[in-house]
């Protein structure tokens, strides 16, 4: 499981947009934050990562905003999660995204 100290924001950053590439979404990529958001179509999600750890993600019956200092990424199941003083908070993929690779 690859996991980033905010620090590491280029990496950190290369990684998220590499982590949503087989996930049904836009990434949207600035200088301080990347973010992740689902067709509304779909299941309405979203994620945005700020380069100072701050974070915000919403799902269908809940968000959270916070301060993070590491982030791991899963590829099975599809999560990410975050990790800060007195916080550790698990963000699911819903399998609804997730673009089944096809045999070439």
């Known amino acids: 499981m690859p996991r980033f100290s905010v620090n590491q924001w280029d990496e950190l950053s290369t ?3 590499s982590f949503f590439r087989h996930v049904s979404g836009n990434i949207e990529q600035t200088g301080d934050s990347i973010r992740f958001q689902s067709p509304v179509t779909l299941v309405e999600t979203s994620l945005h990562l700020f380069r100072d750890g701050t974070f915000g993600a919403n799902m269908p019956l809940h968000g ?3 301060k993070v200092e590491t982030v791991d990424f899963q590829t ?3 999560r990410i999660t975050f990790i800060g003083q007195g916080l550790e908070y698990i963000y699911r993929i819903p399998t609804q995204l ?3 690779e096809r045999d070439e």
Do not use: A, N
Request: net charge negative; charged share 15%; glycine share 0%.
């Open 15 to 17: 990684f998220f947009t």
């Open 64 to 66: 959270i905003e916070s």
């Open 76 to 78: 099975e199941p599809h």
């Open 98 to 100: 997730v673009i089944m």
